[in-house]
Structure formats: structure tokens, C-alpha cells
């Protein structure tokens, strides 16, 4: 159920049929977010905060203890409701910490980022990392709402937009191809229209064993480069690990399903116009091959992408040579790194 600030109403009746209310929130949310909650009057009187760090490195295992052990010290029972106030960090370990506490209670995301409104929040993913992998550890779980308040995204710096962005353009291969025109400020309109692909595709396949996977474009070698520079000066976001993964994804479906090359040369003015050249030249394409030896769509120790065809036409689980994934990532870095191209 998706709702946006005219059904607050309903959201109040919600929340008031649960025993006790728990708003989870990180570093950030609390500090820049809460003010924007306290002054849309849905939550209860009683409600009972829970502060986490900020950054994908504390979605881990420690965290999600902290939010049971918090739990547990204010009694909350099955009945008691669990609203996530975050970006995807927040609603990713959120939506786990409450699907597996007493065996689940209810959950509401509240997504203050943009990523966070057309992506993470939506579709029942929940998990945390774990070794070092991404999102290696969760469950399917629905929230019984996700609330969308664009209120968050007037004070949203510029990088968080383009990381929510990188997934709205995502959508313009494996969905509509109107979404390739997006830009930033997206409007209202734009952004509803996003969570209506993302909500449409996820209902349809509530546990990814089908189309629901066409979600992954760009994300096989974008998760990989994510993982891999995650604690380094060099970190990217999730956006910018699937902005840059589309590119050897376009190369590997001309490769694999014949896609027009002029399709690959428009995204790659699109991610000029859109995002920063990033210096990939000192990262080991052997770390990268392993961590996507351990991708979840893979099977049978082999690795799998979604590719396309056509706009609109994505292909899941094309199972892809190791050399061919090599060569689409050396693709990937001489692009990064073509100064006459970048004018630099």
C-alpha cells in the first residue's frame, strides 16, 4: 500500500490499531527528518525512538541486534509496529529486524531519500550485509504500507538525487523509455510514476523467481563495485554502482541478444550528462569477479545478468562467460577513462 500526505488520515487509523509504536531512525533522519514527522500529527503520544548509525557499513548483524535489544527492553508483543524513517539503509534493516522479531510484527517505511521512494522501500526486500556482501542476508517481508512525503527531498543534496535518479533511468531499458528522459528536479508527477513501475513489476513476482528480476539491470557489476569500495575514499552509492553497471550490461546485450549499439552510445551520453567520471583503473577485476560469484541470482556457479534486447525488452538470467564479463568491464574503465571524450 502506498500512501502519500492526503491519506494521513488513513496512516493514523493504522498505527492507532497497534499496541506500541517504535520509530526507528539513523544518525541523519533523526537529525534532519524527524522535525518534518513531528509536524504531520499521525503518530502517537507514546511513540518509542530507536537510533542507529548512519552507513551502509553498520547494516550489519550488530545493528540489527541493537533494534531486538531495544525492542525487547520496551516489551513490544506482536501487535506492536515498527516505522522505518530512513533511506534504504534504514528500511532494508528495519523491515528485517521486524519480520524476524516474535516471528514478525508490522512495519511501515517511511523513505526520506529519493533512491529510497522509487526502490528500496518498495517490494518487501529486506536484509543486511553480512562478510563483507551485500544484502546477503534478509527475507521477503511487505511492509503494510510504504508513505511517501516529498516534503524529504526539498533538502536532498544533489548526489542523493542522482542516485535515486540512476534508478529511474534503469527503468527506461527494462520498462517505459520515457524514463531515459528524466532529469533533475523530477517532478512529483515523475517521481509517482516511478514507484507505480516499481510497485507493478514487484506485485507481479513478490519473490524474485521470474520477472521481478528484470529490477537487477545494471546491478550485477554496479553491486560489485559498490561492495568492493564500500570502505575506501573511493565509496559510491547505490545509484552510482548501477549507473555505472548499465554501461558493460549494454555492452555484454550487444554481445549476447544483438542489442543496436547506438543504444549503448546514448546511455553513455546520458551518464556523461547526469554523473562524474569515476577513476576505476586501480580496482582488481579478480575482486570483482569474486564478489559476483556470489550474486543471488546466480545458480550452478554460474553468473547471471539481466540484459535487453530492445528498450522495454530486458532478459533475465542470461548466463554470461567469465572472459565476456571481463571484457565488459575493461569496457567500462577505458570509457571512464577516455580524456578526449571527457574533455579532460
Known amino acids: 500500500m502506498i500512501l502519500y500526505k492526503n491519506d494521513i488520515k488513513k496512516l493514523t487509523e493504522i498505527i492507532a490499531s497497534h499496541t506500541k509504536v517504535f520509530l526507528l531512525l539513523d544518525e541523519n533522519s533523526n537529525r534532519f527528518c524527524l522535525s518534518i514527522i513531528n509536524n504531520i500529527d499521525f503518530l502517537k503520544s507514546n511513540t518509542i525512538k530507536i537510533v542507529i548509525p548512519s552507513g551502509e557499513h553498520n547494516k550489519n548483524i550488530e545493528t540489527v541486534q541493537y533494534i531486538w535489544s531495544k525492542l525487547i527492553e520496551n516489551h513490544a508483543d506482536r501487535k506492536s509496529l515498527l516505522i522505518n524513517v530512513g533511506g534504504g539503509m534504514v528500511t532494508d534493516i528495519g523491515g528485517f529486524a521486524a519480520s524476524c522479531y516474535q516471528r514478525g510484527i508490522d512495519f511501515i517505511n517511511i523513505p526520506t531519500t529519493l533512491l529510497g521512494m522509487i526502490d528500496a522501500s518498495i517490494g518487501g526486500k529486506t536484509g543486511i550485509d553480512f562478510q563483507g556482501l551485500k544484502n546477503q542476508i534478509g527475507v521477503f517481508s511487505q511492509p503494510i504500507a510504504v508513505v511517501v512525503l516529498f516534503e524529504f527531498l526539498e533538502s536532498l543534496p544533489k548526489r542523493e538525487l542522482l542516485s535515486g535518479l540512476a534508478e529511474v533511468i534503469k527503468c527506461g531499458f527494462i520498462a517505459d523509455k520515457a524514463f531515459l528522459e528524466a532529469k533533475l528536479p523530477l517532478t512529483h508527477e515523475f517521481v509517482i510514476k516511478a514507484i507505480k513501475a516499481k510497485d507493478e513489476i514487484t506485485a507481479s513476482d513478490t519473490n524474485e523467481k521470474g520477472r521481478r528480476k528484470i529490477l537487477n539491470f545494471g546491478h550485477t557489476i554496479g553491486h560489485a563495485l559498490e561492495t568492493y569500495l564500500l570502505d575506501t575514499q573511493k565509496s559510491i552509492t547505490h545509484g552510482e554502482g548501477v549507473a555505472l553497471g548499465m554501461i558493460p550490461a549494454l555492452y555484454l546485450s550487444e554481445k549476447y541478444l ?40 546466480n545458480e550452478g556457479g554460474d553468473i547471471r545478468f539481466v540484459l535487453i534486447e530492445d528498450y522495454g525488452k530486458p532478459v533475465f538470467d542470461v548466463v554470461v562467460k567469465h572472459d565476456d564479463i571481463i571484457d565488459s568491464i575493461n569496457y567500462l574503465i577505458d570509457y571512464q577513462n577516455d580524456a578526449n571524450y571527457w574533455g579532460r
Open 258 to 297: 544483438n542489442l543496436n549499439h547506438q543504444i549503448t552510445l546514448y546511455y553513455k551520453e546520458i551518464y556523461k550528462q547526469n554523473f562524474n567520471r569515476i577513476d576505476l583503473t586501480d580496482i582488481p577485476i579478480e575482486s570483482l569477479m569474486e564478489i559476483m560469484l556470489h550474486d543471488k541470482k
